[in-house]
T-cell receptor, first 111, second 113 residues
Framework: EADIYQTPRYLVIGTGKKITLECSQT?????MYWYQQDPGMELHLIHY???????EKGDLSSESTVSRIRTEHFPLTLESARPSHTSQYLC??????????FGQGTRLTVV | KNQVEQSPQSLIILEGKNCTLQ??????????LRWYKQDTGRGPVSLTI?????NTKSNGRYTATLDADTKQSSLHITASQLSDSASYIC????????????FGRGTSLIVHP
């Protein structure tokens, strides 16, 4: 069982609201990732981090932002949610030479 | 550009039958290849991981093969069960601590009773 947790699992929110999706891991992994995935579609990397104070944008452009103040914590923030942000957001982490472990995901719906 | 191509895109089989999913990659220099299973609405879970020197690895009814020369991998599922219905994702990593894994688009498998 992987020790990576995402909250909330489901979120329905109105347009224009600010939201933060939480992701925490207790494995001491340096690398953490955020992926966006629409139903039935592939995962798209939107943010990643090599370690504390490191954040990079992924392949898919996203209006979200991330921070990495602590090794175990990698929250994702949307300053003003829009219906186009409706999707599933998956957080993952990996150590040196190890596989990526995924959280259960946050399914976001913006109405 | 590093790429991972999976085929078929989707597959429907009857319970109890075997199937094989394919993964071709151009990631270089190769470090490892992993197969993940993703149930609907859940995060991916690792099935197997293989390095350059490994040709085959099994995990229960799942057997992955790797041909590093042709840059191909396959995932064989034996005696399929309804619970095997999921998306199967091939992920390839290159050598280097800063490298981000490359994900395939996945194969959607549906097992019918």
């Amino acid at each position: 069982e992987a020790d990576i947790y995402q909250t909330p699992r489901y979120l329905v929110i109105g347009t224009g609201k600010k939201i933060t999706l939480e992701c925490s891991q207790t494995m001491g992994h340096d690398k953490m990732y955020w992926y966006q995935q629409d139903p039935g579609m592939e995962l798209h990397l939107i943010h990643y981090s090599y370690g504390v104070n490191s954040t990079e944008k992924g392949d898919l452009s996203s209006e979200s932002t991330v921070s990495r103040i602590r090794t175990e914590h990698f929250p994702l923030t949307l300053e003003s949610a829009r219906p186009s942000h409706t999707s599933q957001y998956l957080c993952a982490s990996s150590g040196v030479l190890t596989e990526a472990f995924f959280g259960q995901g946050t399914r976001l719906t913006v109405v | 550009k590093n790429q991972v191509e999976q085929s078929p895109q989707s597959l429907i089989i009857l319970e109890g039958k075997n199937c094989t999913l394919q993964c071709n990659y151009t990631v270089s220099p190769f470090s490892n290849l992993r197969w993940y299973k993703q149930d609907t609405g859940r995060g991916p879970v690792s099935l197997t991981i293989m390095t350059f020197s490994e040709n085959t690895k099994s995990n229960g009814r799942y057997t992955a093969t790797l041909d590093a020369d042709t840059k191909q991998s396959s995932l064989h599922i034996t005696a399929s069960q309804l619970s095997d219905s999921a998306s199967y994702i091939c992920v390839v990593s290159a050598v280097g601590g800063s490298y981000i894994p490359t994900f395939g688009r996945g194969t959607s498998l549906i097992v019918h009773p």
